[in-house]
């Protein structure tokens, strides 16, 4: 007896809890959804982007919201997993009912969710997938970061012309669509430039002993190693680098994936002296970038990363599309993001390409004692794609 | 030559891990006919009892005598997490069929796996695993010994060192303890073992303490080298910590010993002179040539049904 009546009960909730569902598409509040990884082995830069996401859209709120409705960001967690990426977006769309979607910053969860997203008609703005392929999957799909060929191109570049080295190894993560990329334009500039690629590893995420493949690059005797994978490896391959006796005047380099507090905390000391190329400089004087850093802090007690810069470009872009667009509607949202033109972001000025890329400069950055140091700025002009 | 040398020691302190963990597997096997596959995720466990202790130690110099103590910590929490596993998991099951034994071993390590990834940092900050990978504080000093070129560092030498220094342990304890004597008599044959009076509940129990501990000392050995740890590290370390028991021969202790070794050079030789891709297929693709061509292992020995 009592059995049936929770059954019952059960049920009466479930009714309920239904209703109030339906009830929500009603309201006025316009629905963003997020999906990006919180937890797993790239949280930080979901937490990043998690973080300027809320703070952009309680900044837009705050100032009346967009066509005069309130927005709603409605947040997944994709445990850093390309699978749960694709069910994450899949359960926004079709429970959460959302008008436009805000992911992922890893290119492979990215390119899982897109497709769903050019199904539905649903926009999808990835604020830090630099991979190519992710903004080909359709025409509702936007970016508002540079692409890999001209991240991979930037660092090549400053190897060769700034650093004049001549003989570099890579160290390449082969599961990882972002770092695959990264590797082919750099291998593919830095030769053009003279240089040469005197070894080529590989790992896979998730993997912890590099040991074998940094005794092989050892032996090789380069001048650099191109490391293009994500903070976790990265620090760990660092300090498993010195420990083989890969000397400190043998620098790192790598992309944004390194772009996490924790990367200092994981490398340490392995770490100084080590190069990557970023979206952005906290250094930089520009009063958008010094408010966004200021309100960040005070927000959120720590500094923003290039992750929490593009989150908040995303966000407001989003929010402008939408204003523009005069409508939650998908097609008409997609034109507008389509037809974005020097928006000014924290991250400089944004312009959406007809690849639905973002143009804009990169900035390389020099880690030193737990600091990420301005060292140069690299045009898109200047690179070769 | 100086590289290959240095993949050697690469591959032997990779391969002395997996001979810990192996010889966990092959003992539990030896007495009780179970692939414990809960015995990966035991090691998980080692290794984050071992970081939490070793932050509880942190601001103190590294020294020999911490990383002595975070590691005898490590073993005694686990010994103790074997002995809760096999009384509330195994014990009950014991008498029920094999495969039953094999379901509960399996849901035991989904469980494991999936407590450590629960992320209640709100209310209880620092004390729960999360799954967010963690790394290890340097525990022991580091040094550093060229010799003819080949990098040695205090590190892989402490896993090597130690790793061998638990073996002989262990081959001792087995070879010449009363328990460990009673324990040859289980692994030989339980019903008669119990007629002679000896107590195969606490046999049995020692031998998942035994097991849980040698892990423990294999997840801060890892821990202290790699140094990065997760909650699902168990699963892949434990497969090729189970192949590399099955290839010297499960049941068999100095078999589990030199399969972990062969699997861990092979590993480290197929990633420095081939490709990573194939790091895990060569550990399995051994595995199959051996069920294949001597399927007892390569020091196991024919065992005859008796009907």
Redesign the interface.
């Known amino acids: 007896m009592r059995l049936r009546s929770l059954v019952w009960a059960a049920a009466a909730a479930m009714v309920l809890s239904a209703g109030g569902c339906g009830k929500g598409r009603t309201t006025d509040e316009i629905r963003v959804g997020e999906y990006s990884s919180l937890t797993g082995t790239t949280a930080t830069f979901g937490q990043s982007t998690h973080n300027a996401i809320t703070m952009a859209y309680d900044e837009v709120n705050a100032a009346g919201g967009v066509l005069g409705r309130k927005i709603k960001v409605f947040v997944e967690d994709d445990q850093s997993k390309p699978e749960e990426a694709a069910t994450a977006a899949t359960k926004l769309i079709n429970q959460n009912h959302v008008v436009a979607l805000l992911g992922e910053v890893a290119s492979s969860r990215s390119l899982a969710a897109a497709p769903i997203c050019q199904a539905n008609s649903i926009p999808m703005v990835s604020p830090s997938s630099t991979n190519p392929r992710v903004t080909q999957t359709g025409d509702y799909i936007f970016r508002v970061c540079f692409i890999d060929p001209f991240q991979g191109g930037v660092m090549a570049r400053f190897a060769a012309e700034t650093l004049k080295f001549k003989r570099v190894a890579i160290l390449v993560d082969v599961r990882n669509d972002y770092s695959i990329g990264l590797q082919t334009f750099f291998r593919e500039n830095f030769k053009r430039l003279g240089g040469t690629i005197v070894s080529e590893q590989s790992y896979s995420e998730g993997d912890s002993d590099f040991h074998a493949q940094l005794t092989q690059i050892k032996s090789a005797n380069p001048e650099a190693i191109y490391v293009p994978g994500y903070y976790t490896e990265v620090g760990t391959i660092a300090r498993q680098a010195r420990e083989l006796g890969i000397p400190s005047t043998v620098p790192l380099m790598g992309g944004d994936g390194w772009d996490s507090p924790r990367l200092w905390e994981i490398g340490g000391e392995a770490l100084n002296g080590c190069y990557f190329s970023n979206h952005y400089s906290t250094d930089n004087p520009s009063p958008v970038v010094q408010k966004f850093v200021k309100d960040y802090r005070d927000k959120y007690k720590q500094t923003p990363d290039a992750l929490a810069a593009l989150g908040y470009d995303a966000a407001k872009i989003l929010a402008d599309a939408i204003q523009r667009a005069g409508s939650t509607d998908g097609p008409k949202v997609r034109d507008a993001l389509a037809a974005t033109k020097d928006f000014q972001g924290v991250t400089g000025k944004i312009s959406v390409n007809s690849d639905r890329n973002a143009v804009k400069p990169a900035v390389i950055l020099k880690v030193e004692n737990g600091k990420y140091v301005y060292a140069a700025t690299v045009n898109p002009e200047d690179v070769k794609m | 030559m ?2 290959f040398l ?2 050697l020691v ?2 032997l ?2 391969g002395s891990i997996y001979a810990l963990i192996a010889l966990g597997y092959t003992m539990v096997y030896g007495v009780l006919r179970l692939i414990n596959f809960a015995h990966g995720d035991v090691y998980m466990v080692g290794a984050y009892v071992g970081y939490y202790l070793s932050r509880k130690l942190q601001g103190r110099e590294p020294s020999f005598v911490s990383a002595l103590l975070v590691m005898l910590g490590a073993m005694v929490a686990c010994a103790i997490l074997g002995l809760i596993i096999e009384r509330l998991a195994y014990r009950p099951v014991r008498r029920a069929s094999r495969l039953t034994l094999l379901i509960t071993a399996i849901g035991v390590s989904l469980f494991i796996e999936n407590v450590a990834q629960l ?1 209640v940092r709100r209310y209880l900050p620092d004390w729960i695993f ?4 963690k ?1 290890f504080p340097s525990l022991a000093p ?1 040094y ?1 010994f ?1 010799v003819s070129g080949v ?1 040695l ?1 205090s ?1 892989q030498l402490t896993v090597i060192g130690v790793s061998f220094l638990l073996m002989i342990l262990l081959r001792f304890f087995i070879m010449k303890t009363k328990t460990g004597k009673a324990m040859r008599a289980l692994s030989f044959n339980l019903d008669a073992a119990k007629l002679m009076g000896i107590s195969t509940d606490w046999i049995i129990a020692v031998t998942f303490a035994l097991g849980s501990a040698l892990a423990a000392a294999g997840g801060v050995l890892i821990g202290m ?4 740890i ?1 909650p699902l ?1 168990g699963i892949i370390y434990g497969l090729k910590a189970f192949v590399a028991a099955v290839l010297g021969g499960i049941g068999n202790v100095p078999g589990a010993v030199l399969g972990g070794m062969l699997i861990g050079t092979s ?3 197929v ?3 081939l ?3 194939y ?1 895990d297929a060569i550990a399995f693709g051994i595995l199959i040539l051996v069920l294949l061509l001597r399927p007892q292992g390569i020091l196991g020995r024919v065992q005859k049904e008796k009907v």
């Open positions: 100086t590289t240095q993949q690469n591959g302190s990779l992320d999360g799954p967010d990978p790394f580091h550093e060229v990098h560092t590190e080298q790699i140094p990065k997760d590290m590993e480290v030789m990633v420095g002179y490709s990573s891709t790091r």
